[in-house]
């Protein structure tokens, strides 16, 4: 069996996507990526945002190629009635619906939770917001910086005598996004193998951020502890840290489970660290930071990175170079894990994209179009519906499409 003709493990699947940009979209997309029949709904006058943010070609971002790639694109304008009904008939056999809109916004359309619902008792329901759909917040407009920063994320990132500074990447629209996913998977199990009923999943993007903030609470609430920024350092697990090479390269080095920290104390030339009974196991190291990262510090610093890399994974030592865009597509590791796949664009210029995530052994996920042109399929699953041509024409007449 072919790549290609591999089942997907989603096929049958079927989603509906309102929204626009990251959260909601992204969640859509991994779907698609296993295999579910996406059906993205987007605004007649000019679609998804995402289509023209940031590099473009010829007029459409290479974001929107990567991110809505296995999307059926149909153009609806929500705002017409008539566009409405169309949904309401999309989502009669539709398995899940992903949207992330303000709240209030598909209830004031008639498309919220309970109307659709009624239509469709089975449905699964993806709800991303900035801040849930209850609650003294809800009614804010929510982006991933907020919530990032509402999250605890942005406080703690950055170095302590500089203002908080973001992650490069729209990392709580992500996490979102990824949250939305486990539970629509929850949620269709527990209707398909349990008995149970469909059911709306409220995924907050603050909450998104939150979940993953590790021991952040627990350490206030037991000790009255706020956990500062710390630069590249990460506090209170040492060693593990970012360190400078002789050619100014930067390596970053992890050595602080407690044989890794043996192994790199002697590889770096300190068997006195490395038998040192303060520093066996974490807690004593923590007290003793500046001592250890100062003696990887020196020993870096005499060496050049190829050289540290050398030495450190020849002595069992998790590290790493900080790799650039242009490092990670030249990467042989990248490629024998076809995490760097192509497609070539209308005009037949190919593009490096993603590849995609999770590797499944039997099922893997797999691109089989790139991110459609707006209203690419309009006219495809509207005849599912019984709209013929004609009737399709005098939709686009009145502005519904």
Known sequence: MTEASKPLPLQGVKVIELGALIAGPYAAAVLAQFGAEVIKIESPDGGDPLRTWRKLHDGTSLWWYSQSRNKKSVTLNLKHPRAREIVRALVKDADIVVENFRPGTLESWGLGWDDLSTINPSLVMVRVSGYGQTGPYKDRPGF?????????????????????????????????????????????????????????????????????MESLIPEFSGFGHIRERTGAALPGIVPSNTYLCRDDAYVIIA????????????????????????????????QHTELIDGAISAWTRTHDLHEVLATLEKAEVPCGPIYTAADIHADPHYRARAMIESAPLADGRMIDFPGIVPKLSETPGRTQWLGPRLGEHTAEVLASLGIEPAALDDLRAQGVV
């Open 144 to 212: 991933a910086a907020i919530a990032e920063s509402i999250g605890g994320l942005r406080y703690v990132t950055g170095y302590p005598d500089r203002p908080p500074v973001r992650v490069g990447v729209s990392l709580g629209d992500t996490l979102a996004s990824l949250y939305g996913v486990i539970g629509a998977l929850l949620a269709l199990h527990h209707h398909k193998v349990n008995g149970g009923k469909g059911q709306f999943i409220d995924v907050a993007l603050y909450e998104a951020v939150f979940g993953v």
């Open 255 to 286: 050595g602080n489970a407690d044989g890794i920290y043996k192994r790199l104390m002697h590889a770096i030339g300190r068997a006195d660290l490395a038998d040192d009974p303060r520093l066996a196991r974490n807690d004593g190291r923590a």
